[in-house]
């Protein structure tokens, strides 16, 4: 995963928290739903992030012997 695409995973992730944090305030109808939502799509956004510090770390160790 290019810096790019990791940039932008993390931007994805704070807007996310930010709206979860809006959505925990939130009485309106509906709003559990999307705390789950939001909760759901953060979690998936945290393993990209660390399968891509991973895949990183697998690729700069191979590099420099280990």
């Not at 695409?5 to 925990?24: H, K, T, Y």
């Amino acid at each position: 995963m290019g810096s790019e695409s990791f940039r932008n995973i993390c931007g994805d992730l704070a807007e996310a928290e930010l709206a979860l944090r809006r959505w925990e305030a939130s009485e309106a109808p509906g709003a559990a739903a999307r705390r789950d939502e939001y909760r759901h799509l953060i979690d998936g956004l945290e393993a990209e992030l660390r399968q891509a510090i991973h895949e990183r770390q697998a690729r700069h160790s191979g590099r420099h012997g280990g």
